[in-house]
Protein backbone atom coordinates (compact mmCIF):
# COMPACT_ATOMS: atom_id res chain seq x y z
CA UNK A 1 0.00 0.00 0.00
CA UNK A 2 1.60 3.63 -1.26
CA UNK A 3 1.89 6.39 0.94
CA UNK A 4 -0.57 8.59 -0.72
CA UNK A 5 -3.30 5.13 -0.52
CA UNK A 6 -2.92 5.33 3.19
CA UNK A 7 -4.22 8.94 3.26
CA UNK A 8 -1.41 10.55 5.24
CA UNK A 9 1.99 11.17 3.55
CA UNK A 10 5.11 11.57 5.37
CA UNK A 11 4.68 15.04 4.02
CA UNK A 12 1.49 16.02 5.47
CA UNK A 13 2.61 14.37 8.75
CA UNK A 14 6.19 16.63 8.89
CA UNK A 15 4.15 19.54 7.86
CA UNK A 16 1.25 19.60 10.24
CA UNK A 17 3.74 18.25 13.05
CA UNK A 18 6.04 21.73 12.07
CA UNK A 19 2.68 23.53 11.69
CA UNK A 20 1.46 22.77 15.29
CA UNK A 21 4.49 23.36 17.16
CA UNK A 22 4.67 26.58 15.48
CA UNK A 23 1.50 27.60 17.01
CA UNK A 24 2.07 26.56 20.40
CA UNK A 25 5.22 28.41 20.09
CA UNK A 26 3.26 31.69 18.73
CA UNK A 27 0.53 31.39 21.58
CA UNK A 28 3.02 31.06 24.15
CA UNK A 29 4.86 34.33 23.20
CA UNK A 30 1.95 36.28 22.87
CA UNK A 31 0.31 35.26 26.63
CA UNK A 32 3.33 35.23 28.66
CA UNK A 33 5.74 38.28 26.58
CA UNK A 34 5.55 41.94 27.55
CA UNK A 35 4.84 44.35 24.51
CA UNK A 36 8.31 46.00 23.52
CA UNK A 37 7.32 49.08 24.62
CA UNK A 38 6.54 48.50 28.25
CA UNK A 39 8.90 49.47 30.89
CA UNK A 40 10.14 46.56 33.11
CA UNK A 41 9.74 46.87 36.64
CA UNK A 42 12.85 47.22 38.38
CA UNK A 43 12.85 44.67 41.30
CA UNK A 44 14.70 47.59 43.57
CA UNK A 45 11.83 49.61 43.60
CA UNK A 46 10.59 50.49 47.05
CA UNK A 47 7.45 48.65 47.95
CA UNK A 48 4.66 50.80 49.47
CA UNK A 49 3.58 48.77 52.92
CA UNK A 50 1.61 49.30 55.45
CA UNK A 51 2.61 47.74 59.29
CA UNK A 52 0.23 48.41 62.36
CA UNK A 53 3.21 48.43 64.91
CA UNK A 54 1.82 48.75 68.80
CA UNK A 55 -1.19 49.51 68.11
CA UNK A 56 -0.41 52.64 65.62
CA UNK A 57 -0.28 52.61 61.42
CA UNK A 58 3.09 53.45 59.75
CA UNK A 59 3.23 53.66 56.04
CA UNK A 60 6.79 53.00 54.73
CA UNK A 61 8.14 52.50 51.55
CA UNK A 62 10.55 49.99 51.28
CA UNK A 63 13.17 47.68 49.21
CA UNK A 64 10.85 43.97 48.88
CA UNK A 65 13.86 42.41 50.90
CA UNK A 66 13.96 44.88 53.82
CA UNK A 67 13.84 42.70 57.20
CA UNK A 68 11.31 43.94 59.55
CA UNK A 69 13.95 44.52 62.40
CA UNK A 70 15.75 46.82 59.78
CA UNK A 71 11.97 48.25 58.98
CA UNK A 72 11.42 49.11 62.41
CA UNK A 73 15.41 50.05 63.65
CA UNK A 74 15.60 52.61 60.68
CA UNK A 75 12.67 53.30 58.56
CA UNK A 76 10.03 53.73 61.89
CA UNK A 77 12.53 54.65 64.63
CA UNK A 78 12.11 52.16 67.02
CA UNK A 79 15.70 51.27 67.79
CA UNK A 80 14.18 49.27 71.12
CA UNK A 81 14.83 46.09 68.77
CA UNK A 82 18.68 45.37 68.50
CA UNK A 83 20.64 43.96 65.61
CA UNK A 84 23.16 41.63 67.25
CA UNK A 85 24.14 38.40 65.27
CA UNK A 86 21.58 39.27 62.26
CA UNK A 87 21.74 35.82 61.50
CA UNK A 88 18.60 34.40 64.03
CA UNK A 89 20.92 33.32 66.92
CA UNK A 90 20.95 35.74 69.64
CA UNK A 91 17.14 36.47 70.08
CA UNK A 92 18.06 40.67 70.27
CA UNK A 93 15.59 41.34 67.80
CA UNK A 94 12.87 39.59 69.12
CA UNK A 95 9.29 41.11 68.56
CA UNK A 96 6.02 39.54 68.56
CA UNK A 97 3.90 39.66 65.74
CA UNK A 98 0.24 38.43 66.10
CA UNK A 99 1.08 37.72 69.68
CA UNK A 100 3.97 35.48 69.14
CA UNK A 101 7.44 36.01 69.25
CA UNK A 102 8.84 36.24 66.06
CA UNK A 103 12.88 36.82 65.35
CA UNK A 104 12.75 40.03 63.00
CA UNK A 105 15.84 39.70 61.62
CA UNK A 106 15.03 36.44 59.39
CA UNK A 107 11.39 38.20 59.02
CA UNK A 108 10.34 40.14 55.75
CA UNK A 109 9.05 43.22 56.53
CA UNK A 110 6.16 42.68 53.81
CA UNK A 111 5.61 39.23 55.82
CA UNK A 112 4.24 41.87 58.30
CA UNK A 113 2.04 43.98 56.82
CA UNK A 114 -1.74 43.25 57.77
CA UNK A 115 -0.78 41.95 60.88
CA UNK A 116 -0.33 43.28 64.60
CA UNK A 117 3.05 43.96 65.66
CA UNK A 118 4.60 45.00 69.45
CA UNK A 119 7.65 45.92 69.97
CA UNK A 120 9.23 46.35 73.63
CA UNK A 121 8.48 50.31 73.28
CA UNK A 122 4.67 48.90 73.12
CA UNK A 123 4.94 47.06 76.38
CA UNK A 124 4.55 49.28 78.86
CA UNK A 125 0.90 51.00 79.55
CA UNK A 126 -0.16 54.62 78.02
CA UNK A 127 0.63 56.33 81.22
CA UNK A 128 3.99 54.80 81.19
CA UNK A 129 3.03 51.88 83.90
CA UNK A 130 5.85 48.87 83.43
CA UNK A 131 4.64 45.77 82.23
CA UNK A 132 5.19 43.23 84.92
CA UNK A 133 7.90 41.30 83.34
CA UNK A 134 9.66 44.87 82.69
CA UNK A 135 9.32 45.65 86.10
CA UNK A 136 10.48 41.70 86.97
CA UNK A 137 13.95 42.30 84.93
CA UNK A 138 14.51 45.60 87.52
CA UNK A 139 13.40 43.95 90.77
CA UNK A 140 15.48 40.86 89.89
CA UNK A 141 18.45 42.93 88.18
CA UNK A 142 18.25 40.62 85.29
CA UNK A 143 20.36 42.50 82.93
CA UNK A 144 23.69 44.21 83.42
CA UNK A 145 24.84 45.47 79.61
CA UNK A 146 21.17 45.73 78.67
CA UNK A 147 21.66 44.84 74.78
CA UNK A 148 20.14 41.66 74.67
CA UNK A 149 17.20 42.84 77.40
CA UNK A 150 14.36 44.04 74.74
CA UNK A 151 14.61 40.31 73.13
CA UNK A 152 14.88 39.19 76.80
CA UNK A 153 11.57 40.33 77.97
CA UNK A 154 9.11 40.07 74.83
CA UNK A 155 10.52 36.72 74.35
CA UNK A 156 10.03 36.54 78.27
CA UNK A 157 6.43 37.71 77.69
CA UNK A 158 5.66 35.05 75.12
CA UNK A 159 7.34 32.32 77.01
CA UNK A 160 4.53 33.05 79.84
CA UNK A 161 1.83 33.35 77.45
CA UNK A 162 2.88 30.12 75.61
CA UNK A 163 2.61 28.06 78.63
CA UNK A 164 6.01 27.31 79.23
CA UNK A 165 7.00 29.09 82.19
CA UNK A 166 5.92 26.00 84.59
CA UNK A 167 9.61 25.33 85.93
CA UNK A 168 12.72 26.64 85.79
CA UNK A 169 14.08 23.96 83.40
CA UNK A 170 11.15 24.75 81.73
CA UNK A 171 12.05 28.51 81.32
CA UNK A 172 15.74 27.52 80.69
CA UNK A 173 14.32 25.24 77.49
CA UNK A 174 12.14 28.11 75.68
CA UNK A 175 14.37 31.19 76.42
CA UNK A 176 17.39 29.06 74.80
CA UNK A 177 17.08 31.15 71.93
CA UNK A 178 17.96 34.02 73.30
CA UNK A 179 21.63 34.87 74.80
CA UNK A 180 22.82 36.78 77.14
CA UNK A 181 26.64 37.59 76.88
CA UNK A 182 26.67 38.64 80.53
CA UNK A 183 25.59 35.70 81.96
CA UNK A 184 22.21 37.16 84.14
CA UNK A 185 20.48 33.46 83.22
CA UNK A 186 19.40 32.57 87.06
CA UNK A 187 18.33 36.29 87.06
CA UNK A 188 16.57 36.39 84.45
CA UNK A 189 14.75 32.52 85.25
CA UNK A 190 13.81 34.48 88.87
CA UNK A 191 12.03 37.36 87.02
CA UNK A 192 9.67 34.94 84.95
CA UNK A 193 9.31 33.27 87.61
CA UNK A 194 8.18 36.37 89.25
CA UNK A 195 6.21 37.76 86.83
CA UNK A 196 4.21 34.87 85.77
CA UNK A 197 1.41 35.69 88.80
CA UNK A 198 1.11 39.44 88.34
CA UNK A 199 1.16 38.99 84.19
CA UNK A 200 -2.06 36.87 85.27
CA UNK A 201 -3.47 39.77 87.53
CA UNK A 202 -3.02 42.32 85.15
Known amino acids: MSEQNQGWSRRNFLTSTAASTMSVALLDRAAGAAPADEPKADPRSPVSLSLNVNGSTRRVALDA ?18 KGCDHGQCG ?6 DGKRVLSCLTLAAAAQGREVTTIEGLASADGTLHPMQQAFIDHDAFQCGYCTPGQIMSAVACVKEGHANSESEIREYMSGNLCRCACYPNIVDAITG ?3 KMKEA
Not at 65 to 82: F, M, N, Q, V
Not at 92 to 97: L, P
Open 65 to 82: RTTLLDALREHIGLTGSK
Open 92 to 97: ACTVMV
Open 195 to 197: AKP
